[in-house]
């Protein structure tokens, strides 16, 4: 209740503390989502979050995938080795679950559960960080499998209309795309390769003048959040940065842009956006500000120190930070990062999905050591088209 009352005051945010002490809070907190499965069924996942409704969740396929690079990194900026037996751990846990024809199950994965594409292809980012970083052969045999899986459920036009959520195409599945790109480079299969720009380019068509993406939302007819606005643009980003190709990194750039130049001065941008970038929300989507964070992080680094995104990326980490749960009493929201702000929006409402935890850890870390999340495979194996 008292997070509720916080939110409620005006000005109520919390302090701001160095990167590394929240970063060390958010992994603090995602390891403590992780050990609350042990002893259930889907141990060794973590989490989808906590939930003022339902307390604990259980273990989340799609997100527990992708904290694998998140585990990764932060073992190496913190010093943590520990964290690298976790991310094994995760790893170990997802390849249980994969299905026969190579996809993985939708949802918590309970009976009855579809596999999802963008679902899969998030588990392969995970997959892939176990291939490169941790040395696991079989990490790459499973991402191949689901590459597979994936391109037997694409339409011609590169879109996914089938094993989708809610039944409509989403662009954000540009970030399953980038997850294939990145397995068809490092396993030199054409096939997958094409596949992951057939879907690139039907991206591309959802793009207005302004840069803003259309069919983008979980449901048809509706604004897209922050949160799905910036996987679409970071599908796109990183499969321009390794196809090395100016179209795409132009169209990332165009919509990045415009979300840099909507940012308010305290670092605030709107959970939900329309065409032509207006606002259609009045709270912070914080998993989606963290993410579009990122997304300009990832330009900076492309186009050198002292760009037009510096500012923004500042000012968008002080608001994190200062919604940022830090009480070190490990109670279910030290170190959780709620859906929205305040915490009653709509995205995530009531809840600390843990996906926001794993982009703002993401989102300092890069900002402290200038490195992507996930990392550039080793001597850049995935940056040679095999097409």
């Known amino acids: 209740m008292h997070l509720i009352l916080s939110d409620l005051r005006s000005g109520s945010r919390g302090p701001e503390h160095a990167h590394e002490v929240h970063l060390r809070a ?10 609350v499965r042990d002893g259930c069924p889907d141990a060794g996942g973590v989490s989808a979050g906590w939930s003022f409704e339902d307390g604990w969740l259980p273990s989340y396929p799609e997100t527990s995938g992708y904290i694998v690079e998140t585990f990764i990194a932060a073992s190496r900026v913190l010093d943590r080795p520990d964290l690298l037996a976790r991310a094994h751990r995760i790893l170990d846990w997802e390849l249980s679950i994969q299905a026969p024809d190579g996809a993985f199950p939708g949802h918590f994965g309970e009976p009855g559960s579809r596999p999802v594409v963008f679902n899969t292809g998030q588990i392969m ?76 380019d039907w991206a591309l068509t959802q793009q207005t003048p302004c840069g803003w993406f259309d069919s983008n939302a979980f449901t048809r007819g509706q604004p897209p959040f922050t949160h799905t606005i910036a996987y679409a643009i970071r599908g796109i980003l990183e499969s321009g940065i390794l196809l090395r190709s100016e179209e795409l990194l132009a169209a990332a750039e165009k919509a990045a842009l415009a979300l840099a130049r909507k940012q308010r001065q305290d670092g605030w941008l709107a959970g939900a956006y329309g065409d032509d970038w207006v606002p259609k929300a009045s709270y912070c989507c914080l998993t989606g500000l963290a993410q579009v964070a990122i997304v300009w992080e990832r330009l900076v680094s492309e186009k050198g120190r002292g760009s037009e995104y510096e500012v923004p990326i500042q ?46 850890a993401d989102a300092l870390m890069m900002s402290m050591v200038e490195r992507s999340i996930p990392a550039p495979p080793p001597l850049a194996a995935e940056m040679r088209s095999v097409v």
């Open 125 to 200: 980012h995970g997959l892939m960080a176990g291939y490169h970083e941790l040395a696991r052969p079989e990490c790459l045999d499973s991402a191949v499998r689901a590459g597979w899986w994936l391109l037997g459920h694409q339409d011609p036009d590169g879109c996914w209309r089938r094993h989708v959520h809610n039944g409509v195409p989403h662009t954000y599945n540009s970030r399953a795309a980038w997850a294939l790109l990145r397995v068809a480079l490092a396993a030199r299969e054409p096939s997958l390769e094409q596949a992951a720009r057939r879907n690139i």
């Open 26 to 35: 958010a992994i603090d907190w995602l390891c403590r989502a992780q050990d």
């Open 315 to 360: 000012r968008a980490l002080s608001y994190l930070k200062r919604c940022h749960h830090i009480d070190g009493k490990a109670r279910p929201h030290d170190g959780a990062v709620a859906g929205s702000a305040p915490i009653w929006g709509a995205y995530s409402r009531f809840e600390f999905p843990n996906w926001a935890a794993k982009f703002l």
